[in-house]
């Protein structure tokens, strides 16, 4: 049975860097269950998710393609972090910014 959409929801919303780093980095996981937890580390955002997908990124030793995946998620989630913290507001549909 296939869990890995339930499971991993369920770590994200605990927030559990330690556990998918950990399961990370088990090499003879599948590269679908490894890219997954990739997308997870990169939801949860936070520094410690952030140097778990800097080490992938960086290993010259990991598949090129969960190291592109690992590099893209570090920046959704940098971008997130920034649009979150400065959110633009918008009075009216008819204000315009300059």
Do not use: C, Y
Request: net charge positive; no cysteine.
């Amino acid at each position: 049975m296939h869990r890995q959409g339930v499971v991993l929801t369920w770590l994200v919303k605990l927030g559990d860097v330690a556990g998918l780093t950990k399961a990370l980095a088990d090499k003879n996981a599948s590269e679908t269950a490894r890219l997954g937890l990739v997308e997870a580390l990169g939801q949860i955002g936070d520094d410690a998710a952030f140097e778990a997908l800097r080490k992938v990124g960086a290993d010259e030793q990991e598949d090129e393609e969960l190291r592109k995946a690992a590099w893209r998620a570090l920046r959704r989630a940098k971008r997130i972090k920034a649009a979150a913290a400065s959110p633009k507001v918008r009075r009216s549909r008819w204000e315009v910014s300059l």
